[in-house]
């Protein structure tokens, strides 16, 4: 079954912070319906951010329904919605079960994960999630958490480096690049974004310089915020709140993260592997709502440039 693309009049309305937009959700139309929201359900959204989601949702939602939105970063805490439907919980999602039964809610209609770097994090310098700025060398989404890309870059093996680079930002002279690194890091620390881009240019030929540096910030981000681990909690974890027939909803960003999402909804497992039953039925406690990955549109991308690589998957609990 695939959705289509949707004319309705859901708004693309999202919190100002200082002067500008704190993020745009991308495919928010194509979201929000994947959800199937029913007025008195019980929803939650776990990367809150700007609470652009999270308002599309509760503008779907009757008197009875409830919504809570995770976010463990301190900026999220400025864009919480003033709503006695609406449940704020500033933790990382993959406290999900242990939060909801805090709240008293065993089970949940539907589950939304949005699983991009909001824009305020690129555009905030400090933050260290872009190479544009000379910037901390900061990339925590949790800013209380000891682990920086800093500290990572100073303190990791070689080995261990290599490995980052090479299975977070598939890059294959990730040896060659942790081993410049650790040899530099003898001379000075890693504390800035500029002086850790000089050391990595000569790895990068001019034409896809900003992709593979992209490929090395995205390697770096993942690990400081162990977002492969978390992911994987949050996917296991939705099979024992969702409701039957409850709706889980994932917007990916790169290829590691959507391969992780469409095994485990093929399947039940993270290797895609498949198990039937004696009919040759597929033994899997989910089923794919969209068959085909729904992306972006002309229109969408030339409107908000960082849908280009949003990958949106909903599946329903059997």
Partial sequence: MLLKKNTSNVSNAVPLQGEG????????????????????????????????????????????????????????????????????????????????????????????????????????????????????????????????????????????????????GELHNSRKIARTIVNARTQAPFNRIFPFIEV????????????DMARVFQALRIEVNKEMDVLKSLLEQSLEV???????????????????????IRSGNFEGKIEKDFYGNVLSPMKAINNKVIVADKAEIESNPRSRSAKLRIAELK
Avoid: C
């Fill in 21 to 168: 937009i704190y993020h745009i959700p991308a495919l928010l139309n194509e979201t929000i319906d994947g959800l199937n929201i029913h007025p008195d359900g019980v929803y939650v959204d776990v990367t809150f951010g700007g609470g652009g989601h999270s308002r599309e949702i509760l503008a779907r939602l009757g008197k009875k329904g409830k919504l809570i939105g995770f976010d463990q970063d301190e900026d999220a805490l400025k864009n919480v919605i003033k709503d006695p439907r609406f449940i704020f919980v500033k933790s990382n999602f993959s406290y999900l079960k242990n939060f909801l039964r805090y709240h008293n809610i065993e089970k949940v209609d539907g589950i939304l994960a949005d699983l991009g770097v909001s824009s305020h994090h690129f555009d905030e310098a400090e933050r260290g999630f872009s190479f544009r700025f000379d910037g901390a060398l900061d990339m925590r989404m949790n800013t209380k958490s000891p682990l920086t890309a800093a500290v990572l870059l100073n303190t990791y093996s070689e080995e261990k480096l290599a490995d980052v680079f090479y299975l977070y």
């Fill in 200 to 211: 990595l240019k000569p790895f990068f030929g001019r034409e896809k310089e900003k992709k």
């Fill in 242 to 264: 969702l409701n039957p027939e409850g709706r889980l909803v994932v917007l990916t960003y790169h290829s590691l993260e959507d391969r992780l999402v469409k095994n485990f």
